[in-house]
């Protein structure tokens, strides 16, 4: 590399080593920087990385010292983010559903080399791998930026709206309609994403209409403004309701159901876009595993006539008993 390259880049390397490699526990030596800037195949000696430090030092860089035996070390001690900080975003981006599987592994890379070198190490480590189902819409980040600016801009949005099909294929809703909508805020909730609408029909509770932004597609920014009335709704949206669900630990089964056509959909939201659903003589089936627990009963309780436990027969005898016994405690009362 020419010398005036190397000048030019030579303090934002080091800044760069440092930022990324050390911390108070993991200094550099000067060797050490010298190494790391050979890899970008810049050549210095140790008397020109103390000069360059002290440079940086006297600039306002972070750059801390200290001796150790005969050499300096140095490491960057201020930073954006703490480990504990770092951890809990991390841990919500692996519980986000609405984020795919392989943009999730990019955030969470990016976001662990925050916490320097070593850091990054501990994070991984650190870090428990949720079994939690991913979407798969490679297009989130273009359908949040675009909404997240509609909001802010008080603009409409239009886009399209699909489910899933038994192969996991795309099935646009009211024959390829495309909609417009009036964006008033986006929540997250049980670990997906969604956009809450005006829609002043009355129909609708609280006005609104809801949309998961994991199944948009085609959006777009409209030059239309949103209504007075939208305006209005937006600035009570914090009250609309939303359903929350939580943990409950159970033995954890292998179980094949059989449902109705329109539970597919249902069914790649619970237990992901992954698994395989096949014709089962009027209806569809998929094997899947559950935790056994009333949270579970809860759930498939929904589904009165439309969904059935096929096998084993002692989930399907359990769930029986679970509900005679619901019955048999309400008709006590």
Known sequence: MADTKVQKIKLLKIWEILHRKSDAQHPLSTQDIITELSHFGISCDRRTVYGDIDAMQSNGYSIMNRRRGHDMVYWVEERKFDLPELKIIMDAIQNSKFIPRDKTEELLNKIASLGGSESTHLLKRNAVRFHVVKHTNDDIYVITEC????????????FRYFDLN??????FRHDNQV??????????????????????EPEYVNHVKVFRT??????????????KEAKRASKTISNYPKQVFKMYGGKIRKIRLAFDECLIGVMFNKFGEEISIKKYGKRYAASVEVQISPTFWGWFTQFPGTMEIISPVDVKEAYAAWVRSAIESEESK
Do not use: F
Request: aromatic share 8%; glycine share 6%.
């Open 147 to 158: 909404l997240e600016r509609a909001i802010e801009r008080e603009q409409r949005v239009s």
């Open 166 to 171: 038994a192969s996991g294929e795309r099935v």
């Open 179 to 200: 909609y417009k909508e009036e964006p008033l805020a986006m929540i997250c909730d049980d670990g997906n994403y969604y956009l809450i609408c005006y829609r002043a």
């Open 214 to 227: 994991d199944r948009i597609a085609d959006i777009a920014v409209l030059d239309d403004g949103i209504s």
